[in-house]
């Protein structure tokens, strides 16, 4: 027998997930006051918005994150 998946199935992970919630666990470190999380169970990625609330990782925000993540790091030699 085949299975299949696609974007619309659900995972048995992520129903732990929405029952128990998200398990985040720090991944990278982009500043100092932002960080890249990663769910233990269900693999979800996610990042703070400038408020400090968890939000999805999009490849948008990633992005912007490398960027931060390149001009922190050149601070921190400059200092
Ligand atoms: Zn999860």
Avoid: A, W
Wanted: charged share 25%; with cysteine; net charge positive.
């Amino acid at each position: 027998m085949k299975t299949y998946t696609n974007n619309n199935s659900v995972s048995p992970t992520s129903v732990i997930c929405s029952v128990l919630g998200h398990k985040y666990r720090s991944t990278r470190k982009i500043t100092n006051h932002f960080s890249e999380y990663q769910c233990r169970c269900c693999g979800k990625q996610m990042t703070e918005d400038t408020r400090g609330r968890l939000i999805s990782l999009t490849p948008e925000l990633r992005d912007i994150n490398e960027t931060l993540n390149m001009i922190f790091r050149r601070r921190q030699i400059h200092i």
